[in-house]
């Protein structure tokens, strides 16, 4: 009896020795990780890490290692995500669980992760400048004016082929109707609309409730088929684009919308049942900015191609497997202080693959300031959807880019609207023209304004609006005035919306 309690007694003694080592090398192990190592792997896990020295020593110490932090649970700088938020709000928040209330990082590595990062950011992120850009002349500017509306923040311009018309969404949840021939209020919604989609059957109205960034989830998509108004869904989480498809060829067509979101958001499915349209989730995150529709792999199945951004930032291919089944994987990755905006399939060099053009230039929440890496990317397809950067082009803040032959010579050209051009640039840097003048070396002629033109354009859309046989622009600007520039606003009786007339057809 004596014999087998010492027995236990040095089983014991072994079992707390060995546990006792165990732990000691796991700490060992925790303090030979490098802090480039600890950084790769507490900032890399969810995105892809940011390059340091993109990012100005100052952004980082105010704005995103407070996030940062927060995010991994360690209080830093009396960072608190609810402050200022109302009830609901704050009770999104935690929620969603993106800030843990508990750390899962000690304070020595926190601290190993802030020195590392504040050692290697430089003071300030040179712009550059550029020299060979031209006098807008393709493009004749015209103002618009809405009927009854005086200063309009526009949220959303589409072009109807069907009526040869743009349809125009403001601040005020109101929806015009515009061209040479008209110019009406079509509509009234509870809040701007930001997508509207016209087929010759059916109008997809969505609006996105909320503007600033918020967790609270009040918008609406609605579905109207001769005169006879549907909801397809309410409580929606942002959405920003809504796209009308026919995924499955079953006779029914699918509404797919991106929920942009805030901290949580998502890409969801809507499908029209007897009893109401059914929501599936197609990919949990946020950020969701524009589909697109395709059978990138030729096997017979329609596929979602879905631009994403606010943290894992990039483009999405959901592979249809079967009947509305995926299978999803991310062909572009960027990093997330890119803030990409907006995204088009074209086929650059026709070789019969779709290549995808993008616009980076989000330039809001956690990292303002002007950014040498925002402008337009060129991505080109292998032919086994495989995408590989080939052309990068520099616009402060840009928001949206859309692709077409503008000068009718047989290329394409480009038109990119930046919504932060006015960031640490001149006032003229809001739309731009790239001329394709050789598109197997990348060559493009940049033209813009030739006159000061303030604004802040965040909706853009093309179309032959008076039938000449080419391409004509709408664009209109959101944002209003700061106070130091209210003075030049009324001075120059600034328009918010532009009707950009073709002049290469005389």
């Keep these: 009896m004596q014999l087998k309690m010492k027995n236990q007694i040095r089983n014991s003694c072994w079992l707390v020795l060995c546990v006792a080592a165990l732990i000691s090398c796991s700490d060992e192990k925790k303090q030979v990780r490098t802090a480039k190592e600890n950084y790769q792997v507490h900032c890399g896990s969810c995105h892809v890490s940011p390059d340091i020295t993109d990012i100005p020593k100052s952004v980082w110490a105010t704005n995103i290692l407070p996030e940062m932090a927060g995010r991994m649970g360690f209080r830093y700088n009396n960072f608190d995500p609810t402050k200022g938020k109302s009830f609901d709000e704050k009770f999104l928040i935690l929620k969603s669980k993106i800030y843990p209330t508990r750390p899962i990082i000690d304070s020595l590595t926190w601290w190993q992760l802030h020195d590392y990062i504040i050692t290697l950011a430089p003071d300030s992120i040179p712009l550059g400048t550029k020299e060979n850009t031209l006098p807008l002349t393709i493009f004749k500017p015209h103002p618009i004016q809405l009927e009854k509306v005086s200063n309009p923040l526009i949220t959303s311009v589409s072009f109807d082929s069907i009526s040869n018309s743009f349809f125009i969404g403001n601040g005020n949840g109101n929806l015009h109707q515009w061209s040479l021939s008209q110019n009406k209020l079509v509509d009234s919604y509870s809040s701007p609309i930001v997508s509207y989609l016209k087929t010759a059957d059916q109008v997809i109205a969505t609006e996105i409730g909320l503007m600033n960034p918020s967790e609270i989830s009040e918008g609406t998509v609605l579905s109207k088929k001769e005169n006879a108004i549907s909801m397809v869904s309410t409580g929606l989480h942002r959405p920003v684009y809504t796209e009308l498809t026919h995924l499955n060829n079953d006779g029914v067509k699918e509404i797919i919308v991106c929920e942009f979101g805030h901290l949580t958001g998502e890409l969801a ?27 990138l792999n030729n096997d017979g199945k329609k596929d979602i191609i879905v631009l994403m951004s606010q943290g894992n930032e990039g483009v999405f291919v959901m592979y249809q497997t079967e009947d509305l089944k995926f299978e999803t994987k991310q062909v572009i990755s960027l990093q997330p202080q890119y803030g990409s905006s907006w995204f088009e399939l074209i086929d650059y060099n026709a070789d019969g693959h779709k290549d995808i053009i993008l616009v980076n230039g989000d330039n809001a929440d956690y990292s303002i300031f002007a950014k040498p890496y925002h402008g337009v990317r060129l991505f080109l397809n292998d ?23 503008f000068d009718n010579d047989g290329d394409l050209d480009f038109v990119v609207s930046a919504f932060f051009a006015e960031v640490g640039n001149n006032n ?11 598109s197997e070396n990348y060559e493009f002629q940049e033209y813009t304004f030739d006159f000061p033109v303030l604004g802040n354009w965040l909706a853009m859309d093309k179309g032959d609006v008076d039938n000449d046989g080419d391409l004509d622009i709408v664009i209109g600007s959101f944002k209003l005035p700061s106070q130091d520039r209210r003075a030049d606003f009324k ?4 328009t918010k919306l532009w009707w950009l007339e073709n002049q290469t057809v005389q």
């Design 269 to 295: 499915l809507f499908k029209e049942t007897p009893s109401g349209y059914e929501k599936t989730s197609l990919l949990k995150l946020p950020g969701a900015v524009k589909v697109e529709i395709e059978d």
């Design 491 to 494: 001075k120059m009786k600034v």
């Design 428 to 438: 003229n840097e809001g739309f731009h023209f790239l001329e394709n003048k050789n």
């Design 383 to 405: 032919s086994q959807n495989q995408f590989e950067q080939k052309w990068f082009y520099p616009i402060s803040g840009a928001t949206k880019i859309i692709s077409s032959d």
